[in-house]
């Protein structure tokens, strides 16, 4: 299996820094043409599936890959970005921030935040689950930026340090596509 996994385009809320999580928050300019240019990496890739969280900026930059390959959507809620609860559209406060929301090890539950730890087994299980059911497929994702992070660490394995310093470093970008090989799980190669 080859999967492309690709976080959305630009938001508003991004550039004001702001917590979106479940919040439908469509792309901004700059996002959609970041959507219209990392499709353009798809052109001589065969896709056999594309899965997408079915919120709005990731279905539209989703959309634009789809155009591209001529491969129709499928909206997965397991994709959907982590909940940060009454945190939407707010930004950083010291008593309830990104730094304490990404500690794996205390896995804070406030705030009707997502604990990280419930975030990445909702993450581990879709993934166990795709790459049994399409191992011999090319599949494009299509999620967010705080989904990226147990990606990443579903193929390679936790960062030695399980705070934001590890976990930011994984995080895609806007638009970033990362590709990961699967080849057999079961005898613990990927």
Do not use: W
């Amino acid at each position: 299996m080859n999967l492309y996994v690709v976080r959305h385009g630009q938001t508003d809320y991004n550039v004001k820094k702001l917590f979106q999580g479940h919040m439908d928050i469509p792309l901004n300019n700059v996002g959609i043409e970041q959507a219209k240019q990392i499709a353009k990496q798809f052109e001589d890739i065969k896709v056999d599936y594309i899965f997408s969280s079915p919120l709005k900026r990731a279905m539209q930059t989703a959309e634009y890959i789809s155009r591209v390959v001529g491969v129709k959507i499928i909206p997965e809620d397991r994709l959907i970005e982590r909940s940060f609860g009454n945190m939407e559209g707010k930004a950083n406060r010291n008593d309830c921030n990104i730094e304490m929301m990404l500690d794996y090890d205390k896995n804070y539950d406030m705030e009707n935040v997502e604990p990280i730890q419930k975030l990445f087994k909702r993450i581990f299980d879709y993934l166990k689950e795709l790459t049994y059911k399409f191992k011999d497929e090319n599949i494009v994702i299509v999620t967010h930026g705080g989904v990226s992070q147990p990606i990443e660490c579903f193929f390679h394995g936790m960062p030695k340090e399980r705070n934001i310093t590890g976990f930011e470093r994984m995080t895609l970008k806007n638009c970033e596509v990362r590709e990961y090989k699967y080849v057999n799980l079961d005898k613990g190669e990927r």
